[in-house]
Antibody
Framework: QVQLQQSGPGLVEPSQTLSLTCAIS??????????WNWIRQSPSRGLEWLGR?????????DYAVSVKSRITINPDTSRNQLSLQLNSVTPEDTAVYYC?????????????????WGQGTLVTVSS | DIQMTQSPSSLSASVGDRVIITCRAS??????LNWYQQKPGKAPKLLIY???NLQSGVPSRFSGSESGTDFTLTISSLQPEDFATYYC?????????FGQGTKVEIK
């Protein structure tokens, strides 16, 4: 059973960097059949996909345009975890942040879905 | 970006009722549509993937269907534990996008 355990501060000052970590158990961050995402949820923006990292003979990243200039998602293979860094945060970045796996059904043009989700981390941007 | 429009945004229903939630995509998704259930203070939970496939462990009263760019989540007989917010999500292309949610409340 795959489990994702998130950690990181719940309060970040404006203009600073938001940093979260997601520890993976029951799967590998280097898996050739999964991807690892960060998704956030706020009352104003709803559920918003931020980006992903995945390994297919080499590492790939994709990011949402809305945060592309500020976001970095990195895998840590030695600890089997992934991290999120979001720079220059503003109060608009206040949200619950989730670490989420993309699972695939293995077909040539595979269907994919988000499962499981981490427990979520409420990050408040405030001085 | 692919826009996902859910309706209704909220509904009141009684235990035993049949509940239907609709999600409309701004373009064809070729069945790349998933449904999630979220309870207060918890992360979303996968219910249905690829439009109509029930995730393991999810009760059979949940079902999904599609017609063109319209997708439907049906709860055949609402149970007390089903009161929650439901989201659709397209997995056809990046950026992955979600509907705004449908809150199912007790009547």
């Amino acid at each position: 059973q795959v489990q994702l355990q998130q950690s990181g501060p719940g309060l970040v000052e404006p203009s600073q960097t938001l940093s979260l970590t997601c520890a993976i158990s029951g799967d590998s961050v280097s898996s050739n059949s999964a991807a690892w995402n960060w998704i956030r949820q706020s009352p104003s923006r709803g559920l918003e996909w931020l980006g992903r990292t995945y390994y297919r003979s080499k590492w790939y990243n994709d990011y949402a345009v809305s945060v592309k200039s500020r976001i970095t998602i990195n895998p840590d293979t030695s600890r089997n975890q992934l991290s999120l860094q979001l720079n220059s945060v503003t109060p608009e970045d206040t949200a619950v942040y989730y670490c989420v796996r993309t699972d695939y059904d293995g077909k040539p043009r595979p269907f994919n879905w988000f499962d499981p989700w981490g427990q979520g981390t409420l990050v408040t941007v405030s001085s | 970006d692919i826009q996902m429009t859910q309706s209704p945004s909220s509904l009141s229903a009684s235990v035993g009722d049949r509940v239907i939630i609709t999600c409309r995509a701004s373009q064809s998704l070729s069945s790349y549509l998933n449904w999630y259930q979220q309870k207060p203070g918890k992360a979303p939970k996968l219910l249905i993937y690829a439009s109509s496939n029930l995730q393991s462990g999810v009760p059979s009263r949940f079902s999904g269907s599609e017609s063109g760019t319209d997708f439907t989540l049906t709860i055949s007989s609402l149970q007390p534990e089903d009161f929650a917010t439901y989201y659709c999500q397209q997995s056809y292309g990046l950026p992955y996008t979600f509907g705004q949610g449908t809150k199912v409340e007790i009547k």
